[in-house]
């Protein structure tokens, strides 16, 4: 039986074929484990290209009609005509296919975007450069999660709600209280101010690709503990039955593991900071640390391809979609990219299910990402205009009736039929996991995340992982190595801890 993602793709081609036939106009989660060196942000009139000249199909005609997102202006008026702005966002999905709608942004505001999707850590090392120094090159940018607080707190980035807030530059449908204040919450600081709006709403969640083989070992349903010091929990029980069959690896994780890695350190009972936010101590050499770096690190040596210590988030996904790797234990916006038809060997066969708990508990990762304009840029309205139409329930609605982007963070979309049926497969409601992993950060364990010198200890935990899964260093030695660069990195960033 076709699965409601299949059906969802069909009836897209189908109107793109007659479309085309009427002859009207023709309209994409972390980075490697040892970042790359920082590379000096671009100029402002040196700034790349934009990534793609093709705009997609118009949205299918199921779809719900949004709302205009633009203030009415004159007709025929093009009110940016001869303005360039720079914009830059991670290599994840939406960022990647924004780059498709581009022509018809520019199409309607006369406004040339160059535009770049660079990998997620060069990404954030180009443009804390460039935001440290307020400079110009950059209209837009990412705000990325675990920078937040850093970028935000330092006054790098420009308050967007004088912005949303004025009707002569923002209408009243385009309604900022329509993302979900969840994902809003880490781009406002302490007096509600908003400096970003949320594309996405990462949320940590476990996939199968080959169920079938899981079945076929005895199992009915995803795990749903890791980590017993006996082997009996279930994440082991069932990589260790279903591991390399037919020529399939059990499990795999992407590289940045101070994001892949946490779910399974905090279920060991680890910390990252002693009492964040007000005792910053980094704990990576505590006893829960190193129990589960070991259980971490061993599962990467026993499941994993060859090579996978070093995979990507794309690599993950690719790994998965060609049925190289079963069990995945990644960002909702990825996994479900397992059951695009398109794209996907596993279709018929992909299961998807919350991350597992460990001894001490279940703690899905939850991060948000948005796009935000750095108070240096001197072209801030023209900004706000992409911004606005980025982040506009038009285009979010189609990036889900056009690209099956799931990861939505305007609940009016969340709410709709279409966004469930985009969000089902082979029978499995993904949404509800969605919104139920959401919903479980509202427990607070994500607040390391925001800490502002969380990226040093980011980068020590990336290394960490590496050292002892390459077998490099012993997991004491690693734990007592990245806990002492951790201190080392923060005290060069003016906390004072020891």
């Known amino acids: 039986m076709a699965t409601n993602f299949t059906r969802r793709l069909t009836r897209r081609d189908i109107l793109r074929g007659t479309l085309a036939a009427a002859a009207l106009p023709v309209l994409a989660a972390c980075q490697q484990a040892a970042a790359p060196s920082p590379t000096a942000a671009p100029k402002a009139t040196e700034a790349p290209k934009p990534a793609a000249t093709t705009a997609p199909a118009p949205a299918a005609t199921q779809a719900p009609k949004p709302a205009a997102t633009t203030a009415p202006v004159t007709a025929g008026a093009k009110p940016f005509a001869g303005q360039t702005i720079n914009a830059t966002c991670w290599s994840a999905p939406f960022p990647?296919?924004?780059?498709?709608?581009?022509?018809?942004?520019?199409?309607?505001?006369?406004?040339?975007?160059?535009?770049?999707?660079?990998?997620?850590?060069?990404?954030?090392?180009?443009?804390?450069?460039?935001?440290?120094?307020?400079?110009?090159?950059?209209?837009?940018?990412?705000?990325?999660?675990?920078?937040?607080?850093r970028w935000i707190g330092a006054g790098w980035l420009e308050p967007l709600d004088p912005y949303f807030n004025d009707p002569n530059k923002t209408p009243a449908d385009f309604d900022v209280k329509d993302f979900l204040p969840g994902v809003v919450k880490p781009?406002?600081?302490?007096?509600?101010?908003?400096?970003?709006?949320?594309?996405?709403?990462?949320?940590?969640?476990?996939?199968?690709?080959?169920?079938d083989i899981i079945e076929k070992a005895g199992f009915k349903e995803l795990p749903k503990t890791f980590g017993a010091a006996d082997g009996s929990d279930d994440m082991t029980k069932m990589c260790d039955a279903i591991n390399k069959k037919e020529d399939v690896y059990a499990w795999a994780t992407e590289n940045h593991y101070g994001w892949a890695f946490i779910p399974f350190y905090q279920g060991f009972g680890a910390k990252i900071f002693r009492n964040p936010p007000d005792d910053l101590m980094p704990m990576l050499d505590s006893p829960e640390s190193e129990a589960a770096v070991g259980?971490?690190?061993?599962?990467?040596?026993?499941?994993?391809?060859?090579?996978?210590?070093?995979?990507?988030?794309?690599?993950?996904?690719?790994?998965?979609?060609?049925?190289?790797?079963?069990?995945?234990?990644?960002?909702?916006?990825?996994?479900?990219?397992?059951?695009?038809e398109k794209n996907s060997k596993v279709t018929k066969t992909v299961k998807f299910a919350m991350c597992p708990g460990g001894p001490k508990g279940s703690f899905p990762g939850v991060a948000s990402h948005g796009l935000a304009i750095p108070v240096g840029s001197k072209k801030k309205d023209a900004a706000w205009e992409f911004i606005k139409w980025a982040m506009g329930k038009e285009l979010m609605g189609r990036t889900l009736t056009e690209k099956g982007y799931g990861s939505q963070t305007r609940q009016s979309i969340i709410n709709s039929d279409t966004f469930k049926k985009a969000n089902t497969f082979n029978g499995q409601d993904?949404?509800?996991l969605y919104v139920d992993t959401i919903n479980k950060a509202a427990e607070g364990y994500m607040t390391y995340r925001t800490i502002h010198v969380y990226p040093q200890v980011d980068g020590q935990i990336d290394k960490m992982i590496t050292n002892v899964a390459s077998g490099a260093m012993s997991v004491k030695d690693a734990c007592k190595t990245a806990q002492a660069n951790s201190i080392a990195e923060m005290k060069k960033a003016g906390v004072n801890v020891g």
């Open 96 to 149: 990647k296919w924004l780059a498709d709608y581009i022509p018809e942004f520019e199409q309607k505001t006369g406004m040339k975007v160059n535009y770049t999707t660079p990998a997620f850590a060069v990404h954030n090392q180009q443009v804390d450069m460039e935001l440290s120094t307020k400079g110009a090159a950059y209209d837009v940018i990412n705000n990325t999660f675990i920078y937040t607080s």
């Open 187 to 211: 781009h406002q600081d302490k007096a509600g101010k908003i400096y970003a709006l949320p594309w996405t709403a990462d949320s940590y969640m476990a996939c199968a690709g080959r169920f």
């Open 430 to 432: 993904v949404a509800k």
């Open 295 to 340: 259980w971490f690190c061993d599962a990467i040596k026993k499941w994993s391809p060859p090579g996978a210590i070093s995979y990507t988030y794309d690599q993950v996904v690719q790994q998965g979609q060609q049925s190289r790797i079963n069990y995945i234990t990644f960002n909702h916006m990825f996994v479900i990219q397992l059951g695009d």
